[in-house]
């Protein structure tokens, strides 16, 4: 009984004192897990995203893939509000860092809209045989993201340059292709520009969000 | 009305079904119960705790589950025979069950909550008396009944109106949508202005999602006939709500407030007419009459994109020379998507 006891009663008092004594401390570790969360999530979507992209089943099982998205796209706004109670706790605080997290959290709300974005052309090419023309740079694209978002997660300075680089490298891949190829060869070129245009915006948005992890890393 | 409405609501619904289970099941329990516990009263509680995709499978999944539960506490008191062993059990149980349920409601998990509830009932059989292998046959019986009242009850007393149900579930989306696509019209023109509005519209239309979507219509083994349809609807909804945020995005950047002005009217009326729409849905899902319209629904954006043609070059290979071509281009294509969405969930309801 003593062991139910401890379990029950003490060690919840105990927790609940340590979690007021070191709130101050903790709510900038609260932010760092719930990004880590978010960009996991982000990073997934992706993938579900691209998926749709380069596997041609996508075609028959429209409900199936749709709805990995759906989870997926739950899963990141839960963690979007997640990090919005932390950023709430700390305009609550009034620190001094208050408006480099809440403008940091509008660039991260930016990517979740950015990626929504460049997630139509799904929808909006109808002839899916036209993606296994540029099947290679989507799988380039995606592995440059995954790699970015790898290096925003663990923080790793040295490596984000090289990183965004690559992501750069593989849209102006897509692009060329755009130019050569598919201009020509899609019976619906413009949602292809527009889904480039995008993919750029999000680019510039990740370099963005670099930069507020590294500020606050400094 | 309002009362009505709750009235037919399935929290309601599920409310009368489970008082009305637990009710039968303590009468049943007080004259023929074969243990001397509750055990029927709470297996119909337990059976009755069901979403609203398919009742009866869960219900089954439920008392398989009570009946291991009860098997399981009897193995455990039958086999230890030291009360400090067995409190040690329970300890580790406990903190198995707390830390499992914290996860469950951490990332909304079935098989945490069904692990924290198969725990936690391996615990309740544990303490309350009579727990050793003679007491199991009476309470596996108990269990049984109780299950095949709950489900007697949520099945044929009370059943689940799905089309009801899928309409109160999807009307909030729908007038979060409304609303939200109401701003934004304003906000693409005056973004400085309507900033703080159309922030506050997006978290209710994302808070609405996180709470109120109909997942039930994805449960596996849900009514076949209907879930065809429910999911076409919902898959067009959602990738509305996506192409109306990538809407904002745009809307977001800076655009040329010189072009963006040769649009405001060709846009204004697009977006007014997408409302009309967006009320169409809204009233035929809370059963009202529709006030009838004069607009044919694609002469307004065949107009927009006659606009923005005049003012974007038509080439596509010189359209990315400016960046405000670019994301004109992509807004008006956002609208004119949203309508090709818009008039696809209209017909569906026909």
């Not at chain 2, 455990?76 to 409190?87: A, F």
């Not at chain 2, 978290?203 to 596996?220: A, C, F, R, S, T």
Request: net charge negative.
């Amino acid at each position: 009984m003593t062991v139910i006891y401890l379990l029950c009663v003490v060690l919840p008092v105990v927790a609940v004192l340590f979690q007021i004594l070191w709130r101050p401390l903790t709510l900038h570790r609260q932010w760092r897990a719930s990004l880590k969360t978010y960009l996991f999530d982000l990073d997934y979507l992706n993938k579900d995203i691209f998926s749709c992209l380069l596997q041609p089943e996508y075609v028959d099982n429209i409900y199936l893939f749709e709805r990995r998205i759906h989870l997926q796209k739950i899963q990141c706004l839960r963690s979007l509000h997640r990090l919005r109670e932390v950023v709430g706790s700390i305009e609550r605080r009034n620190t001094d860092k208050e408006y480099l997290y809440s403008s940091w959290l509008n660039q991260l709300e930016g990517l979740f809209s950015n990626m929504l974005d460049y997630s139509q052309l799904r929808r909006r090419v109808t002839d899916y045989t036209t993606f296994s023309v540029c099947s290679q740079e989507f799988a380039g694209i995606l592995q440059a993201m995954d790699g970015l978002f790898e290096c925003i997660s663990s923080c790793d300075r040295e490596k984000l340059d090289m990183q965004v680089q690559a992501l750069k490298n593989q849209i102006y891949r897509l692009e060329e292709n755009y130019h050569h190829v598919l201009q020509i060869a899609s019976r619906e070129p413009l949602p292809f520009l527009l889904f480039i245009d995008s993919l750029n915006t999000f680019c510039m948005n990740m370099e963005g969000c670099c930069r507020y992890e590294f500020t606050q890393a400094a | 009305m309002n009362l009505l409405k709750r009235l037919e609501s399935f929290d309601f619904m599920q409310t009368m079904t489970i008082v009305s289970a637990v009710l039968i099941a303590l009468v049943v329990n007080s004259y023929y119960a074969f243990s001397h516990g509750y055990w029927m009263v709470l297996s119909a509680l337990m059976v009755t705790q069901t979403t609203r995709g398919m009742p009866t499978r869960q219900g089954m999944l439920l008392l398989m589950m009570l009946v291991l539960a009860v098997i399981s506490s009897s193995l455990v008191t039958e086999n230890i025979r030291s009360i400090n062993i067995i409190d040690v059990v329970l300890s580790v149980m406990f903190a198995t069950c707390v830390f499992t349920a914290w996860f469950a409601f951490a990332r909304s998990s079935k098989p945490y909550l069904y692990t924290s509830l198969y725990l936690m009932l391996i615990m309740i059989a544990i303490v309350s008396s009579g727990s050793s292998d003679h007491a199991m046959p009476g309470r596996i019986l108990d269990i049984i009944i109780g299950a095949m009242i709950g489900m007697i009850c949520s099945g044929w007393l009370l059943p689940v109106k799905w089309d009801q149900t899928f309409k109160s579930d999807t009307l909030p989306i729908l007038e979060a949508m409304s609303e939200y696509s109401q701003v934004l019209s304003n906000y693409l023109f005056s973004p400085m202005q309507y900033a703080a509005m159309m922030k506050a519209k997006r978290y209710q239309l994302e808070d609405i999602l996180l709470d109120q979507y109909p997942n039930w219509v994805y449960e596996v083994g849900f009514n076949r006939g209907l879930r065809s349809g429910f999911r076409y609807f919902l898959i067009h909804v959602e990738q509305m709500i996506e192409t109306l945020f990538a809407m904002e995005q745009i809307a977001a950047q800076p655009l040329d407030p010189a072009l963006l002005n040769n649009l405001y009217a060709a846009i204004t009326q697009v977006m007014q007419v997408n409302s009309e729409l967006l009320a169409f849905l809204i009233e035929y899902f809370s059963n009202k009459k529709h006030q009838a319209t004069t607009s044919d629904y694609t002469s307004d954006v065949d107009e927009l994109e006659k606009v923005l043609q005049q003012i974007v070059p038509g080439n596509l290979e010189l359209l990315d020379l400016s960046p405000h071509y670019l994301a004109l281009t992509a807004l008006v294509r956002d609208m004119r998507d949203v309508r090709h969405l818009l008039l696809k969930l209209v017909f569906s309801l026909q």
